[in-house]
């Protein structure tokens, strides 16, 4: 029974990512070759800003803001996306046997796809510089970036899809806050740069933690087992308070559609 049931929620995940790729890039000339497009864009114009004009003194400085990128526009995305799928599929919302988490879950795996995209494009840049992973670091790495982004990520689009339906403005103040948060994060702007009395504040911000973890595979190979575990309950709090908001608030979903 319970293979049963997995195979069948599977099924429905594959039916929706089907579906979010088929509205995201039907009607497009390059399809799904703008899920690589827009970040190498995006970080070609942040290198022209802070690494040929503003001019940070970082070593292979290419390198650590397409990491950074490529890693916040999946983060971001995730959380973007998972505020306008209620409403999207409000046909769905009014089916009593449909499981709404799953279109939740389905934002994640179909930005999961975009970014896996963006490894090869990762590791030419690495040969570009002549940069090497730690393999024996990679796979611990890895797990704990995995394990948090995922639950911090569906966590946070948990509540917000849920508030959004009763909320409208919510599209406007999430749009604020992510772009603060962008900002108040080490994807383009280096760490070394932020001041040391106010470090502490910076590094509770758990997108930093997450960032950094990911350069050690990517920019500066290493391994910092002591970002673990604050990484993994931070991440798994805003979970857990992400899907109560989610279950608090789903038995009027169709009513507020």
Known sequence: MLTRAFILKRDQILVLIAKDFKLKYNSTALGFAWSLIVPIFTSLIYYLVFGMIIRWNVPNYLLYLVSGNFMWQFFSNVILMNGRTLRSNAVLLKKTSFDR??????????????????????????????????WSTILPN????????????????YAYAATNLYFRDLDRIISIVMMMWLFLSPVFI??????????????????????CTWRDIFYTPGFHPERFLYMAVV?????CLGRWLFRKLEPRFAEMM
């Open 101 to 134: 988490r799953l279109l939740i879950w389905g934002t994640f795996f179909t930005e999961s796809m975009h970014f896996l995209l963006t490894i090869p494009v990762l590791i030419g840049i690495m040969i570009c510089y002549d940069v090497s992973p730690q």
């Open 142 to 157: 890895l797990l704990i970036i995995f394990y948090s982004l995922t639950m911090l990520s569906v966590g946070l689009g």
């Open 190 to 211: 280096p760490i070394s740069r932020v001041p040391e009395q106010v470090m502490w504040a910076y590094e509770l911000n758990p997108m930093a933690a997450i960032l």
């Open 235 to 239: 991440s798994t709090v805003v979970f």
